[in-house]
Structure formats: structure tokens, C-alpha cells
């Protein structure tokens, strides 16, 4: 398997441009997560579904973020309008079960995105 | 809420030489704890996962301990070698996972 494809791997944008995260999971796996990694607050879960439901979305910052997972092969972040603050690493990430259970977590790289 | 912290944030440690990475959580009720290495520009990878109910976990060079009561877990990685250099993350599962800031390691050839 490819493991977790994210893409693009690097985004620079100007401030109040909208812009799209894309994510695909492993083939399988139930679970998909939308994770933020800053230097000051570390890695941040935004949202995570569950068989392409939004399950938990608390972590989500504001209004401006949207994630969907139209399928099981395919989930997007939106950000619009994009923010200096949003700049970050942004990982998506799979499991074939989450919660209390030991199933790993699988990772893609990540999207740096640079908001200016 | 779960508060995850790792001591020390940087590591610098000569070749051979074995290391002991720090984590520490505030609520003991978690169901497994997961080390994570990240290389710099790339995602996590998850090298070991140990259930609350278990003391320690091993993978070839490491080895995790867990002291669910003391809210702390140790990675051991034995005879370090530069391959080794990256950083170092513990996740604590209580339904949700929580992750360490990270300890990075470099290992001097």
C-alpha cells in the first residue's frame, strides 16, 4: 500500500485566499484524521471522521476551517479566508479503528502551508 | 484534559551510546500509549505501541516502559547510532490521542 497520500506537499498562499488540503487514507482503514503541527502548540487533532462521518470536530479553530470526506478514498480541509496564523504542517492521518482500541496510527507527510 | 510532556525537548548523544527519552502524562485512565518518530519534512511513523495493561513493549533496539499509576513512560533506544537522529513522540490514547512536544535526538558519528 502508498501509505497516506497528502497533497500538495507545500502551499504558499496570499492572506484571505481560499485554500484546499487533500488527503487519501489507506484502503481500509475506517478512520481518517486532520492533524495541525505548529512549533508553539505542537500536534493539534482539528477533526477526525469515522466511515466518512465527521465525528468530533471540536478542535476545528473557527469557522474559516471546513473538512468533508465525500468517500472512503478521499477527505479535504478547506481554509477560507486563509490566515498569516493558519500557517503550519498539516497531516492527515488513518487508522482501520480509533478510539479505545490498539490499532496504529498512519501518517502522511504532511502539507506545509505558508500563509503571507 | 490529558497533558502530555516530554524531557528533555533536544538530545545530543556520540555513537554507542544509549538513549533514554522521557514521557509524562497528567491522567492516568488511557487505554495505550504510542511512541512516534518523525523525520524532519516528513509525517510520524509509530514504532511501538504498548496497552495500558502491559509494562513494556520491544522492537528490535527499542524498548518502551509504561507506569500507567506514575503517569510516565520511557523509550530506550540501545546502541544509538546516526540513523537514529529525529524526533521522538509519545501519544497517550484515552479515546483521543494526545501528543509530547517531542524530544530531538542527534547522534554524532
Known amino acids: 500500500d502508498a501509505g497516506v497520500i497528502q497533497s500538495p506537499r507545500h502551499e504558499v498562499t496570499e492572506m484571505g485566499q481560499e485554500v484546499t488540503l487533500r488527503c487519501k487514507p489507506i484502503?481500509?482503514?475506517?478512520?481518517l484524521f486532520w492533524y495541525r503541527q505548529t512549533m508553539m502548540r505542537g500536534l493539534e487533532l482539528l477533526i477526525y471522521f469515522n466511515n466518512n462521518v465527521p465525528i468530533d470536530d471540536s478542535g476545528m479553530p473557527e469557522d474559516r476551517f471546513s473538512a468533508k470526506m465525500p468517500n472512503a478514498s478521499f477527505s479535504t480541509l478547506k481554509i477560507q479566508p486563509s490566515e498569516p496564523r493558519d500557517s503550519a504542517v498539516y497531516f492527515c492521518?488513518?487508522?482501520?479503528?480509533?478510539?479505545?482500541?490498539?490499532?496504529?496510527?498512519?501518517f502522511g507527510s504532511g502539507t506545509q502551508l505558508s500563509v503571507l | 484534559k490529558q497533558e502530555v510532556t516530554q524531557i528533555p525537548a533536544a538530545l545530543s548523544v556520540p555513537e554507542g551510546e544509549n538513549l533514554v527519552l522521557n514521557c509524562s502524562f497528567t491522567d492516568s485512565a488511557i487505554y495505550n500509549l504510542q511512541w512516534f518518530r518523525q523525520d524532519p519534512g516528513k509525517g510520524l511513523t509509530s514504532l511501538l505501541l504498548?496497552?495500558?495493561?502491559?509494562r513494556e513493549q520491544t522492537s528490535g533496539r527499542l524498548n518502551a516502559s509504561l507506569d500507567k499509576s506514575s503517569g510516565r513512560s520511557t523509550l530506550y533506544i540501545a546502541a544509538s547510532q546516526p540513523g537514529d537522529s529525529a524526533t521522538y513522540l509519545c501519544a497517550v490514547n484515552d479515546y483521543k490521542l494526545s501528543f509530547g512536544a517531542g524530544t530531538t535526538v542527534t547522534v554524532r558519528a
Open positions: 504498548i496497552q495500558s495493561s502491559q
Open positions: 492521518a488513518s487508522s482501520l479503528v480509533g478510539g479505545l482500541s490498539d490499532e496504529k496510527l498512519f
Open positions: 484502503s481500509g482503514h475506517d478512520y
